[in-house]
C-alpha cells in the first residue's frame, strides 16, 4: 500500500474509531471509541493506529475528561502484546484525568482486559468503571443525543431493550431555563441568574482565582450535585462551605451547557468563520463589536457572555499561578457555548489554533472563513476591555431606558475642553446636585449595534450616551458621570487602544491619550 492510500486509509479508522462528542453532564470532554471500528490488522498497521491516537488524546488528557467505549460489534480484535504495550505507554496523566470510562455492552474480550488492568497496574483506575447494558442506561449518565452510535451497536442493543428511552427531564428553576425566561430581553427582569452571580463573586471574593487548573479541574460529583440542585431549589446556599473553587467553576460551565438555546447558535456559525484574525487587532475588535455579539440571540446574552469572560480574563491574569492562560480557558469553556445537531461540527468550532497569548497578535487562521469560536473567545479574553468596553457586568436588574417621542435625544457640544484635569478625574458619587445633565459623550472607536430586541430606548451604539449604564466596570478614559431623571451620561475624554486605566474607590488613575 502505497503512503497516500496509506494515510488516507489511517484517517478514515481514525475517524471512525474515536471522536469526542461534546461534554458530558459534568462539562468534561466526552470521548467516543468504537470497538467496531478495530481494523483488520493486515490493513491497517496497529503501531502506527496507536501513534495517532495517543496524539488525538493529547489534545484531551490535560483536563478532566470521559470516555465511553461502545465494545459491540467488533469484528477484529487488537493483539494481547499491542494492548499491554500500549496501556503502559500511557503514562500517568492519561490514567489520572480520566475521570469515568463507561464500557457499553461489553464482551469477553473488555472484560478480561480492564479487570487485568485494575488487577495488575491500577485498582484505583478499575474504580473508574462503569458497565453498561443498554443505551438507555447510558442516556442516564451521559447525553445520549450527542454520541454517534454505529450500526453494530444498535443491533447489540437491540438484544437487550426494544426500545431506548432517554431520562426524564425534572422540572427546573434555574438550569435549562432560557435567558429570556430569567433575565428578560435586556437583562431587566432579573439581572444575572444567581448562580452566575453567587458563583463570579465566590471566586473573586476567595483564592479561586490563583486555583490551579481553575475551569480545567473538576469538583466532587456528588459536591456539584448538591449545589445545583439547591439552585433549583432557589435555596440559599453558600459556597464557601464546598471549600473547593471547582464547584464554582464548573457552576458556570453547567449554567451554560444546559441553556435551552446556546449563546452561539449554529446561525452564528457563518459569521464567526468570517472574523478577520491579522496584524491588525482593531479590526478584529470591530468586527467582533459590530457583527458577531449584535447576532447573538438576545441582550441578555450578550451581558452573561461579558460577565464570564470578565471573570475568565482575571483568572488568565495569574495564569502564572494557576496555569490557566486564554488559550486554556478558551479550550474549555467554549464546549459549553455551542450546541448544534451535528457534535462534530460544534468540536471544529471550538478548535484553538495558536500558542500562549502574548503582546503580539493573536496566531489564528489567516485564510478568509477558517476562524474559529474558539479563537474568537480566546481573542476576547485577551483583550476583554477593548471589546466590551461600556458593557457593565451587571449582577442586578436594571430597569429599561425609555424617552418620550416627543422630547428626542441628539448629543450637542457642550463648548467645554476636552483636555483632561484632575476634576474631571473625580467619579460622581450618588445623586448629582445639578438637574441639567451632559449629554453629549464623545464616540467611542468601535460601534456596535444592539441585537434585535435590544433595551426599549437604548441607542444602537455602544458608545452613546444613553449607554452608560451599561459601561464596563473598569474605567476607560471617560471621566465624570452625572445623572439626570431621564439618563444617565457620561462625559470625559476617549481612550486610545490599550491605554491602561486602573480605578481605585472613585478616583480614576492612569495614561490618557485624547482621540485625534
Known amino acids: 500500500?502505497?503512503?497516500?492510500?496509506?494515510?488516507?486509509?489511517?484517517?478514515?479508522?481514525?475517524?471512525?474509531?474515536?471522536?469526542?462528542?461534546?461534554?458530558?453532564?459534568?462539562?468534561?470532554?466526552?470521548?467516543?471509541?468504537?470497538?467496531?471500528?478495530?481494523?483488520?490488522?493486515?490493513?491497517?498497521?496497529?503501531?502506527?493506529?496507536?501513534?495517532?491516537?495517543?496524539?488525538?488524546?493529547?489534545?484531551?488528557?490535560?483536563?478532566?475528561?470521559?470516555?465511553?467505549?461502545?465494545?459491540?460489534?467488533?469484528?477484529?480484535?487488537?493483539?494481547?502484546s499491542w494492548v499491554w504495550q500500549a496501556y503502559r505507554t500511557l503514562n500517568r496523566k492519561y490514567r489520572k484525568n480520566l475521570k469515568r470510562l463507561y464500557v457499553v455492552h461489553s464482551n469477553w474480550f473488555s472484560k478480561m482486559l480492564f479487570s487485568l488492568a485494575g488487577a495488575v497496574i491500577s485498582p484505583k483506575f478499575f474504580r473508574k468503571i462503569t458497565y453498561i447494558s443498554t443505551l438507555s442506561e447510558l442516556a442516564v449518565h451521559v447525553p445520549l443525543t450527542q454520541i454517534p452510535i454505529p450500526a453494530p451497536v444498535y443491533q447489540e442493543n437491540s438484544k437487550h431493550e426494544t426500545r431506548i428511552q432517554l431520562p426524564v427531564q425534572q422540572a427546573s428553576t434555574l438550569f435549562g431555563v432560557s435567558l429570556t425566561e430569567l433575565m428578560g430581553e435586556s437583562g431587566e427582569k432579573g439581572g444575572l441568574p444567581r448562580v452566575l452571580k453567587e458563583s463570579i463573586?465566590?471566586?473573586?471574593?476567595?483564592?479561586?482565582?490563583?486555583?490551579?487548573?481553575?475551569?480545567?479541574?473538576?469538583?466532587?460529583?456528588?459536591?456539584?450535585?448538591?449545589?445545583?440542585?439547591?439552585?433549583?431549589?432557589?435555596?440559599?446556599?453558600?459556597?464557601?462551605?464546598?471549600?473547593?473553587?471547582?464547584?464554582?467553576?464548573?457552576?458556570?460551565?453547567?449554567?451554560?451547557?444546559?441553556?435551552?438555546?446556546p449563546l452561539f447558535p449554529e446561525s452564528m456559525y457563518p459569521l464567526i468563520r468570517k472574523c478577520p484574525f491579522s496584524h491588525n487587532d482593531n479590526e478584529t475588535v470591530q468586527y467582533i463589536r459590530s457583527v458577531i455579539l449584535p447576532a447573538m440571540p438576545s441582550w441578555s446574552a450578550v451581558i452573561v457572555l461579558s460577565s464570564v469572560l470578565h471573570l475568565l480574563h482575571d483568572v488568565s491574569l495569574k495564569a502564572n499561578e494557576n496555569k490557566m492562560n486564554s488559550h486554556n480557558l478558551a479550550i474549555v469553556i467554549c464546549p459549553n457555548l455551542v450546541s448544534s445537531p451535528n457534535p462534530l461540527v460544534d468540536v471544529q468550532m471550538c478548535a484553538v489554533t495558536g500558542g500562549t497569548p502574548s503582546k503580539s497578535p493573536l496566531v489564528a487562521p489567516t485564510q478568509e472563513g477558517t476562524a474559529t469560536l474558539g479563537n474568537v473567545i480566546k481573542f476576547c479574553i485577551e483583550?476583554?476591555?477593548?471589546?466590551?468596553?461600556?458593557?457593565?457586568?451587571?449582577?442586578?436588574?436594571?430597569?429599561?431606558?425609555?424617552?418620550?417621542?416627543?422630547?428626542?435625544?441628539?448629543?450637542?457640544?457642550?463648548?467645554?475642553?476636552?483636555?483632561?484635569?484632575?476634576?474631571?478625574?473625580?467619579?460622581?458619587v450618588g445623586p448629582s446636585k445639578s438637574t441639567d445633565s451632559v449629554r453629549s459623550a464623545r464616540k467611542s472607536l468601535y460601534s456596535l449595534s444592539l441585537p434585535s430586541r435590544p433595551p426599549t430606548g437604548i441607542s444602537p451604539s455602544l458608545s452613546s450616551p444613553t449607554f452608560s449604564s451599561f459601561r464596563a466596570t473598569k474605567p476607560t478614559g471617560r471621566a465624570s458621570t452625572q445623572q439626570s431623571p431621564g439618563a444617565s451620561v457620561t462625559r470625559g475624554a476617549n481612550k486610545s487602544l490599550g491605554s491602561p486605566v486602573e480605578a481605585t474607590g472613585i478616583t480614576a488613575s492612569g495614561f490618557f491619550t485624547p482621540s485625534l
Open 201 to 261: 463573586a465566590h471566586l473573586r471574593s476567595t483564592v479561586g482565582l490563583t486555583s490551579e487548573g481553575l475551569f480545567r479541574r473538576s469538583p466532587s460529583s456528588l459536591l456539584l450535585k448538591q449545589a445545583a440542585e439547591a439552585y433549583d431549589r432557589d435555596q440559599a446556599i453558600s459556597l464557601h462551605t464546598f471549600a473547593d473553587p471547582n464547584v464554582a467553576a464548573v457552576l458556570i460551565k453547567k449554567f451554560l451547557r444546559d441553556l435551552p438555546e
Open 1 to 80: 500500500m502505497h503512503n497516500a492510500e496509506e494515510e488516507e486509509r489511517m484517517q478514515e479508522v481514525m475517524d471512525e474509531f474515536i471522536s469526542q462528542a461534546g461534554v458530558d453532564y459534568e462539562t468534561r470532554p466526552m470521548l467516543v471509541i468504537c470497538a467496531s471500528a478495530f481494523p483488520n490488522p493486515k490493513e491497517v498497521n496497529y503501531d502506527k493506529l496507536f501513534n495517532r491516537i495517543v496524539a488525538y488524546l493529547d489534545l484531551y488528557v490535560e483536563s478532566d475528561y470521559t470516555v465511553v467505549l461502545l465494545a459491540a460489534g467488533s469484528q477484529h480484535q487488537p493483539p494481547w
Open 383 to 428: 483583550r476583554y476591555y477593548e471589546i466590551f468596553d461600556e458593557l457593565q457586568d451587571r449582577s442586578e436588574a436594571v430597569r429599561p431606558i425609555s424617552f418620550p417621542e416627543a422630547e428626542p435625544r441628539t448629543s450637542f457640544d457642550t463648548g467645554r475642553s476636552d483636555e483632561i484635569d484632575d476634576g474631571m478625574l473625580v467619579m460622581s
